[in-house]
């Protein structure tokens, strides 16, 4: 059974900084990929981020490319994101995801975490 636990969300002013974080259990971490995604209420789902489960390919969705980074860490069996220069538009609940391919779908996503709201005020 896959577990995924996310933390690091809160609340930062725009332009602020936060690290989420993203604790795996169950099955190999390091041939597992991994995906960020958020929803804003009222909003659907959508993809942030994704990496390859040796960490060797990223991608980002466009509103985001340039300020996130996601990254993993096999040995700890953690995926994180860091997010720079914050927006208010940023504001959501972020999820993590695990899946044996990479994808920007979340219905291609078989493990969820519970999520972690981050929260930017303007």
């Known amino acids: 059974q896959v577990q995924l636990v996310e933390s690091g969300g809160g609340l930062v002013q725009a332009g602020g900084s936060l690290r989420l974080s993203c604790a795996y259990s169950?099955?190999?971490?390091?041939?597992?990929?991994m995906g960020w995604f958020r929803q804003a209420p009222g909003k659907e789902r959508e993809f942030v981020a994704g990496?390859?489960?040796?960490?060797?390919?990223?991608y980002y969705a466009d509103s985001v490319k340039g300020r996130f980074t996601i990254s993993r860490d096999n040995a700890k069996n953690t995926v994180y994101l860091q997010m720079n220069s914050l927006k208010p538009e940023d504001t959501a609940v972020y999820y993590c995801?695990?899946?044996?391919?990479?994808?920007?779908?979340?219905?291609?996503?078989?493990?969820w975490g519970q999520g972690t709201q981050v929260t930017v005020s303007s």
């Open positions: 995801a695990a899946d044996r391919l990479l994808s920007a779908k979340p219905n291609e996503y078989d493990y």
């Open positions: 169950g099955r190999t971490f390091s041939s597992t990929a």
């Open positions: 990496i390859s489960w040796s960490g060797s390919s990223t």
